[in-house]
């Protein structure tokens, strides 16, 4: 645990009570400028004693600790046996080799796992909560871990508090404080207080505390306190230790590999004892074959292959824009049915432009309202309409600036999905002035006049009939349509029902967002993937219906909008959406909806979101997708990936991601398996038939080595088959080694068995030694095992089609299990090692028929059509 040694200086404790300061007294006594916040330099050095800001500790166990509890697995406590009943019964040399092969397994698995924890180390950085902060004069945003007291930093709605703050400025700010005091209704907050020292923490207003949520307006504040010195922090009992949980498949696995254990050892004991009855072999032999039969059939890689896999095609996926923040995630990316996504940024390009005005005449006092009620700030990133409005602005020679300055702002009220508007008001020569912008249908109900014919006349039904239809065909031009109306009010309570009512319109602006034009492809991707793709806006419904019929959005026939969703009960929604794929002028409880009629339906749903009332809906979906780029941190926070580009295309790119991951995972351990089953089977068989085990236990020991490097590290970088994003998506519900796979272990376990079986037994009974008849059957299985490898790299895809040597792993493996055949075949010293005998012309052709034949017919058969082999799960 951390202590932080929160304050600058000594005579700092005094101040504890921050709220009852005046916000200069803080700063100063924090010793920061609050107009150019510390500098890095500073801020370096009070990270040095303050320590990192955040509630966790990390586990980091070192190399020669994770080395030993490696060695102490039961499995390599069995090597370990083995290798001193060798030393004992006089082979040295066996004993040293298998010390080396413990070193080795033992050495890969550390890498595997290093690797795929530090796969999980990068993406969780990726993933890392960042905040706004003001260093050396300069907004940027920095990993909140490394917040220091005396930060300067600036939030707004959707923004999660990284460190408790006194609040220096706050325009309509108001906290959701229900994680530290369980009030649920937002608190507001207000910079220019000084409260008295026994103020209860939930009515500090003018404080700011780690782990709520900013759910309205925007301020300022400077840092107080970090880690453990918030309060949250005194609050949180023991540091939480990060483990991520396990995810389903890597449960499933290690329950599998558990009851096969008792499998393989059954067997282990089985063969040698059968030899030694059946066959007369002798018995230290025959035990020392049991041991290191149980050491090769015992499948305890199978966990650790899966967690290999997941971490790294989660970290692969990072470097897609894709960023998994549960490795959940990419377990069930594969198995995604339906995305339902928004239109603006994933879409459209986010890039907006003011393209039309309505009245034209009235462009100039549209753009000067559409500045008065506006949040982003000029140059910089802000919302992309706001932006594009002040850009407008600009370009029709307006000093934006100078507007913005020429009269105070009184209170701003902030805009939101559900209301769809928002306004400002400002003191104007002691009148109140007051702007909205917003939804045509939102502003144009809260009016009651309009002045788009140079006077202000009452606004009747029949204009408001032709307002609408005016705004309806902005939006059929795809255009995202704002109506902007303003009035002037006596000073008096500034309360929002009272500022949004009564209003004139001024007129109607167009702004055009173009779809982002990777978007059309990866639509009929999903398509083809059978994968439906639904839109679920808040923008209009003709805009909605305009962009959807530009991407190629199937279905872009009915819109349905959130008022008719209301209308629908939910088995009727159920119906619904099966049919309707655009939804428009929804709201986030909507969104909900739809998620859980999807599921009702028995879809498995990827959802995007980026607002605070998104959350909801994101952690209601199997996948909940967050924007990188415009999301909230508690729509990131609920999500399982963040699109780092907020783009649909991305969505795509990770389904196909997941799914090949998901394939390879498959074949990694159908191999891993079949070369189990066809080791068992190769020395049961001879054993019944009273003939000696066809491999001795050394040999089998270096076998055992070569099938665990193919399985745990080759499968992993296989390219994916060309027919993959044509397909189905998998049936979650279907387990992972369900009849095809089962099927698909047992003819390469078997097949690999008849080859070896086949060289040795006839080598065997022509009557040569047992060492030669071994020796044929050790390259038999040699080479057998590579053929099998590379013909399990594709379940469907003839392998010249796929690409022969597309894997360059699974090249380099099989070199290397091809060069040590050679080796101890060739090379007299190496023979004796391995107790291998020098072969003859016939032999190498038998081995080698063998091993062709029976793994070939499995190649053919893949060019052979089978419509019926065409597997869904
Ligand atoms: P999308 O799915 O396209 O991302 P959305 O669901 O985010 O859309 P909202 O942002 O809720 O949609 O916008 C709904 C409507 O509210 C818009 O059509 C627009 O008329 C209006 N609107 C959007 N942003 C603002 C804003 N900053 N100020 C005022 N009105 C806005």
């Known amino acids: 645990m951390e202590t932080t040694q929160p304050l600058v200086s000594d005579d700092a404790q005094a101040l504890e009570a921050w709220y009852a300061f005046p916000a200069p007294a803080v700063t100063q006594q924090l010793d920061v400028n609050p107009e150019r916040g510390l500098s890095e330099g500073q801020a370096a050095q009070r990270l040095a004693t303050a320590g990192p800001n955040r509630l966790e500790e990390e586990e980091d166990e070192p190399f020669w600790e994770e080395l030993l509890e490696e060695l102490r697995e039961p499995l390599i406590l069995l090597l370990v046996g083995t290798g001193v009943l060798y030393a004992l019964w006089g082979e040295l040399f066996d004993a040293l080799v298998i010390f080396a092969v413990i070193l080795t397994v033992a050495g890969v698995e550390i890498l595997n796992e290093s690797r795929a924890r530090r796969a999980i180390a990068a993406l969780r950085e990726l993933a890392e909560p960042t905040t706004t902060v003001l260093r050396d004069g300069e907004l940027r945003e920095l990993a909140v871990e490394k917040l220091v007291p005396g930060d300067i930093i600036r939030l707004e709605a959707g923004r999660r508090v990284p460190a408790d703050a006194r609040l220096l400025t706050a325009a309509s700010l108001a906290v959701d404080e229900s994680p530290l005091t369980g009030e649920s209704v937002p608190v507001d907050k207000l910079a220019d207080l000084t409260l008295p020292r026994a103020t209860p923490l939930a009515e500090r207003h003018n404080m700011l505390y780690t782990g709520t949520v900013v759910t309205r307006g925007r301020g300022r504040a400077v840092v107080v306190a970090t880690a453990w010195a918030t309060e949250l922090g005194q609050i949180a009992e023991a540091a939480r230790r990060v483990k991520p949980p396990r995810t389903p498949l890597q449960v499933a696995m290690e329950q599998l590999s558990h009851s096969l254990v008792w499998v393989a050892l059954g067997l282990s004991v089985i063969v040698p004892l059968l030899a030694w009855l059946l066959g007369g072999q002798p018995l230290r032999q025959m035990i020392l074959t049991g041991l290191s039969l149980a050491f090769a059939t015992i499948p305890e890689e199978m966990p650790i292959i899966i967690t290999m896999v997941l971490a790294l095609g989660g970290y692969r996926l990072s470097r897609r824009h894709a960023i998994v923040k549960q490795l959940r995630a990419v377990e069930t990316l594969g198995a995604i049915t339906v995305i339902a996504t928004d239109k603006t940024g994933t879409l459209t390009e986010n890039q907006m432009e003011v393209s039309t005005f309505y009245p034209a005449s009235a462009r100039d006092r549209l753009l000067e309202i559409g500045v008065l009620v506006n949040n982003a700030s000029p140059g910089s990133v802000g919302d992309p309409l706001e932006s594009a409005l002040l850009r407008a602005a600009e370009a029709a020679g307006m000093d934006v600036n100078q507007v913005r300055h020429a009269f105070p702002l009184q209170v701003e009220f902030p805009f939101d999905s559900d209301r769809k508007m928002m306004t400002a008001v400002y003191e104007r020569e002691g009148t109140l002035w007051v702007g909205s912008k917003g939804a045509p249908e939102a502003i144009i109900a809260r009016a009651h006049h309009s002045c788009l014919k140079d006077s202000v006349q009452t606004l009747g039904e029949a204009e408001r009939q032709a307002l609408l239809e005016q705004a309806a065909q902005l939006a059929a031009a795809g255009l995202r349509v704002l109506a902007l109306a303003e009035k002037c009010m006596p000073a008096g309570p500034l309360a929002r029902e009272r500022a949004e009512s009564n209003l004139t319109l001024v007129g109607l602006v167009g702004l055009a967002d173009p779809p982002r034009p990777a978007v059309p492809a990866a639509l009929a991707e999903a398509q083809a993937a059978g994968i439906r793709s639904l839109m679920i806006t808040g923008d209009h419904p003709l805009t909605a219906a305009a962009i959807a019929r530009a991407v190629g959005l199937n279905g872009a026939g009915r819109v349905l909008t959130g008022s008719e969703l209301a209308d629908l009960p939910d088995d009727a929604l159920r119906d619904v959406v099966k049919e309707v794929s655009v939804y428009a002028r929804t709201t986030p409880a909507d969104k909900l909806r739809l998620v859980r009629a999807l599921h009702a339906d028995g879809q498995r749903v990827a959802v995007t979101g980026d607002g605070v009332n998104d959350a909801p809906a994101l952690a209601a979906a199997d996948i909940g997708v967050a924007m990188g780029e415009t999301g909230t941190d508690v729509a990131r926070e609920a999500a399982d990936m963040v699109l780092a580009d907020d783009n649909y295309a991305t969505i795509i790119t990770a389904i196909e991601e997941g799914r090949v991951l998901f394939e390879n995972l498959q074949k990694a351990v159908a191999y891993y398996l079949a070369v189990k089953v066809g080791l068992v089977l190769s020395t049961l068989i001879p054993v019944l ?171 053919v058969r893949k060019w052979i059509p089978v419509p019926w082999r065409n597997r869904t799960g």
């Open 689 to 859: 038939l009273a003939v000696p085990v066809p491999f001795a236990p050394i040999q089998i020991i270096l076998m055992e080595l070569f099938m665990d490097l193919a399985a745990s590290a080759a499968f992993i970088i296989e390219p994916s088959e060309g027919d993959l994003m044509r397909r189905p998506p998998r049936d979650p519900q279907q387990p992972f080694l369900d009849r095809a796979m089962v099927t698909r272990i047992m003819t390469g376990g078997l097949s690999l068995f008849a080859g070896v079986s086949l060289a040795y037994l006839v080598t065997w009974y022509t009557g040569r030694e047992l060492v030669h008849a071994q020796t044929v059957a050790f390259v038999t299985w040699f080479i057998g095992h590579v053929f099998l490898a590379m013909n399990m790299r594709t379940e469907r895809e003839p392998l010249l089609r796929h690409g022969l040597l597309s894997n360059r792993l699974i090249n380099f493996w099989a070199a290397a299990a091809l060069a040590f055949v050679a080796l101890v075949t060739l090379v007299p010293p190496a023979r004796a090692l391995v107790k291998t005998a020098a072969l003859s012309g016939p032999d190498w052709a038998l081995a080698i028929g063998s091993a062709l034949v029976s793994t070939f017919w499995m190649e």
